[in-house]
């Protein structure tokens, strides 16, 4: 082998050992999990509040170790629910007091242990009646909560009204039985006095 040789196979030695320490250093670095997208993203500014924020990570997550809080404009925690867990993602519910600034800030844990503290805020111009802390009754939940209210007691004049054509029913069998009686005592006392009648004749 020439110098030549020795010389491009010595450099190909070292740039290969390099190559590999490197791989060895970033390998660890690499196993830890990392954010890998948020929606909405951080720093949104949204026309109409989401039902829901979701962050995906580059490993799975360990549900019952991660933490998340969510605050509104003033600065205070927000009960919107529980997260769901669904391998690397998590999806937070979402409430609303206002209009206004909203964070989701997390400490998450992945399989590996890796601990991941972040956030994700963003802006909301409207917040949905239904995902509202403060909802405002429209006129279709009053015209419901007033049609419960009135159906008992439709249903108790139409009972008053069948107890009254019951009783009407009633009343006139017994008029009926009444006038037969009547008209039986008349026939007998005609018969009785037609007999009568022939008898003096």
């Given at each position: 082998m020439?110098?030549?040789h020795r010389s491009a196979l010595r450099a190909a030695l070292t740039a290969a050992s390099g190559l590999a320490l490197a791989l060895a250093f970033a390998a660890p670095a690499?196993?830890?999990?990392?954010?890998?997208?948020?929606?909405?993203e951080d720093g949104a500014e949204l026309d109409t509040a989401p039902a829901s924020v979701t962050a995906t990570f580059s490993e799975n997550l360990d549900g019952p170790s991660t933490e998340i809080a969510v605050t509104g404009p003033d600065g205070a925690v927000i009960e919107a629910g529980d997260p769901v867990f669904d391998g690397d993602t998590f999806t937070q519910p979402m409430l609303y007091g206002e209009p206004g600034e909203y964070t989701v800030a997390y400490r998450v844990i992945s399989e590996d242990g890796h601990r991941i503290d972040g956030a994700v805020s963003f802006t909301v111009a409207e917040v949905p009646n239904e995902l509202s802390l403060n909802p405002v009754e429209t006129e279709t939940s009053v015209a419901e909560t007033t049609a419960a209210e009135?159906?008992?007691?439709?249903?108790?004049s139409t009972s008053e009204v069948a107890a009254a054509e019951e009783d009407s029913g009633n009343n006139a069998a017994v008029i009926a039985g009444a006038l037969l009686v009547l008209l039986a005592v008349a026939i007998g006392v005609?018969?009785?006095?037609n007999r009568r009648r022939k008898a003096s004749a």
């Open positions: 020439t110098a030549v690499s196993a830890h999990a990392g954010l890998v997208g948020t929606d909405p009135s159906e008992p007691a439709e249903t108790e005609a018969v009785l006095v």
